[in-house]
């Protein structure tokens, strides 16, 4: 009978017990958030996302070369004498035009250390966090607002330029060369004359020595030298096209298997 009696005894605490909490807990403020209606507000200087003004990019590839695990890629392609790109938001002057400017989502480390070296503030990091995606590819962001007609305009009237004034300074360059010989000969003509007079030259020294023009070889450096930037030039292009391609590929064939 006692037995029966502390059961009873405690099941009922037991009830009351819960009961309390459950009354306590019914006239206090709910904490619970009713997502997606209802956003909680994030705290300041939260790192969710990477997002780019283009318009304020220079090219400066400072993002990417401070970014530690390398999901920033960035092309430019240099603007010619007749371009006016016009000035950022910040007055800097672009001469750069920016024909790609990925960044990949899926790598990133949400470090934010490429968004203090920006000169114009144009990469910063937005509160958006709904961006999730089956693939990782759509985790590429694309920011370049340059159409590829646009930029195979860019790199012909570019192309065009350079062999202008590579054409300019080749000109100038065998136009000074001649002068020299001119002048070489000039200066050979009056040397013979003053030997058959006085079996000495002007000088009082043999003219037979060295041409005191020795540039020949520098122009020839140089001309290496111009050649070697060329190919350069030429050869990150090719790569900027080729990464370019691939992930055009890559969209085309995710396409068609979507289909």
């Not at 079996?199 to 005191?212: D, F, V, W, Y």
């Amino acid at each position: 009978m006692v037995k029966a009696l502390t059961d009873t005894y405690s099941a009922f605490k037991s009830i009351f017990i819960g009961m309390g909490i459950t009354m306590r807990h019914l006239f206090t403020r709910s904490v619970t958030v009713q997502y997606p209606e209802v956003r909680d507000k994030l705290p300041e200087r939260v790192r969710m996302k990477l997002h780019v003004n283009i318009d304020d990019c220079i090219g400066c590839r400072l993002c990417e070369r401070a970014c530690p695990v390398e999901c920033i890629d960035i092309g430019t392609i240099k603007s010619t004498d007749d371009d006016d790109l016009g000035e950022t938001s910040t007055g800097h002057k672009k001469k750069l035009w920016v024909d790609n400017f990925d960044i990949d989502m899926a790598k990133c480390c949400y470090c934010e250390l490429c968004v203090h070296p920006c000169p114009t503030n144009c990469i910063t990091m937005v509160e958006e966090y709904e961006y999730s995606t089956y693939d990782r590819r759509d985790l590429i962001f694309s920011f370049s607002d340059m159409t590829p007609e646009q930029i195979e305009e860019a790199n012909r009237k570019l192309e065009a330029e350079e062999e202008n004034k590579r054409r300019k300074k080749e000109e100038a360059r065998l136009a000074k060369e001649k002068k020299a010989a001119q002048k070489d000969a000039d200066g050979g003509g009056d040397a013979s004359a003053g030997e058959s007079s006085t079996g000495k030259s002007p000088a009082g020294k043999s003219t037979t020595g060295e041409s005191p023009f020795g540039d020949a070889d520098s122009s020839s450096a140089k001309s290496e030298a111009s050649g070697d930037a060329d190919a350069d030039r030429e050869a990150r292009r090719e790569a900027r096209e080729a990464r370019r391609a691939a992930r055009k590929a890559e969209r085309e064939a995710k396409k068609k298997s979507e289909e």
